[in-house]
């Protein structure tokens, strides 16, 4: 799987390139399916009016108003309660996955009691995250972004990728969201991190690692 982790959207010339360089065809030509999951699980952004602005394409984070050939929703918590066949094809189907921002460790809960998780790796889709839609994809977050509790504790996320990230970095909303405090973190994780702005984005295909931006980052090592 293709993975295009992002901050804040594909919100610049830079990160639009690479996403359709990563699918191989016009944007235009791809079905898209967005999840909103991790949204429910963060006081800030869920549920209701945000949710909505979302999965219509309405929010200020383009990935659903990118001018897909069609866009469906996958909601993870309903799908333990309906056939896998009613889905999974569906999955298997799709050019591309677009993953919300939200409650990181919320969404990797419903990723794996849903059974998205185990599919992940195998899928063609080009998966497009944002915010926890990205940070889902480290060993885990940090105790700076853990906020939902999940059923057995800790900070433990998918591990599909080697690294952890600081999303927002500097964002004039989250005052907390410095470099300073990026460090801090970073000097806390098992392993490497990146600290990334809203401009930025994290391209991996085939386990190699590439920085997609217009803004400011920093790469942590242990």
Known sequence: MKLLLTSAGVNNKSIHNALTDMLGKP???????????????HPWVGPGVNAWEFISGKS??????????????????????ISRDRWVPLVQETDVLLVSGGDALYLNHWMRQSGLAELLPALQAVYVGMSAGSMVMAPNIGEYFASWTPPGGGDEALGLVDFAIFPHLDHELLPDNTMAAAERWAAGMRGPSYAIDDQTAIKVTGGAVEIVSEGNWRHFTP
């Open 60 to 81: 200020e984070n383009p990935m659903v108003d990118l001018g897909w050939k069609s866009v469906g929703v996958l909601e993870l918590t309903a799908l333990p309660s």
């Open 27 to 41: 944007i235009a030509s791809c079905n898209a399916l967005c999840i909103p999951t991790a949204m429910y699980g």
